[in-house]
């Protein structure tokens, strides 16, 4: 299967402060990039849909201004966690994919597990 | 009520065994059926597409249940190796949302 990486794969940073977090396919151009949060011994969320070259789309009840999600190319996308608390502390993991409507060709990241302390 | 819902287990099943896993969704028009594997701090990863007809890879079996809107995840001879989150997902009418169910967690005893 194609290759998706995430970095970092962990960070640690104070209350307040904005953390980036970058997706990248490897080896194919993904027209659409999907970010999920997964909370412990719970399911993946989808937060939010982006499409290369355009404005991300976010899920009901995601603050668009709190997480950032630019996708400027068809092989990056980032998600920014701006002024991080507490209870932003997750696992983040994004997806890629040729074809949006191709779920099974949908390829996960690693995840970026973070903690705000 | 829940797009899709999953018995969370535990289930501690000795090598060897047998196990099934249900997963109901509300939405009968959905179309597009999946179960995903996530082991622990990892991401998931697709185990397989679940077709109407049913479909087997080696000692895995999913099944598809429009009439009682659930799909089932059959796994014989129980590996340690299996030990992991199972996680559905179901799409939407319109194929362009999916929605993951909670995962149901196995455990491998030898």
């Known amino acids: 299967g194609a290759v998706v990486s995430q970095h970092p794969s962990r960070v640690i940073c104070k209350s307040g402060t904005s953390v980036k977090i970058e997706c990248r396919s490897l080896d194919f151009q993904a027209t659409t990039m999907f970010w999920y949060r997964q909370f412990p011994k719970q399911s993946l969320m989808l937060m939010a849909t982006?499409?290369?070259?355009?404005?991300?789309?976010?899920e009901q009840g995601v603050e668009k201004d709190k997480f950032l999600i630019n996708h400027a190319s068809l092989t990056l996308s980032t998600l920014t966690v701006t002024s991080a608390h507490p209870e932003d502390s997750s696992f983040y993991i994004c997806s890629a994919a040729r074809d949006r409507r191709l779920f099974s060709e949908q390829f996960f990241g690693p995840g970026t597990r973070l903690t705000v302390l | 009520r829940k797009e899709v819902e999953q018995d969370p287990g535990p289930f501690n099943v000795p090598e060897g065994a047998t196990v099934a896993f249900n997963c109901t969704y509300s939405n009968s028009a959905s179309q597009s059926f999946f179960w995903y594997r996530q082991d622990c701090r990892k991401e998931p990863k697709l185990l397989m597409s679940?077709?109407?007809s049913g479909n087997e890879d080696g000692r895995f079996t999913a099944q598809l249940n429009r009439a009682s809107q659930y799909i089932s995840l059959l796994i014989r001879d129980s590996k340690l190796s299996d030990s992991a989150t199972y996680l559905c997902?179901?799409?939407?009418?319109?194929?362009?949302?999916?929605?993951f169910g909670t995962g149901t967690s196995l455990t491998v005893i030898p």
């Open positions: 982006s499409n290369e070259g355009s404005k991300a789309t976010y």
């Open positions: 679940v077709y109407s």
């Open positions: 997902v179901v799409s939407s009418n319109t194929g362009n949302q999916f929605y």
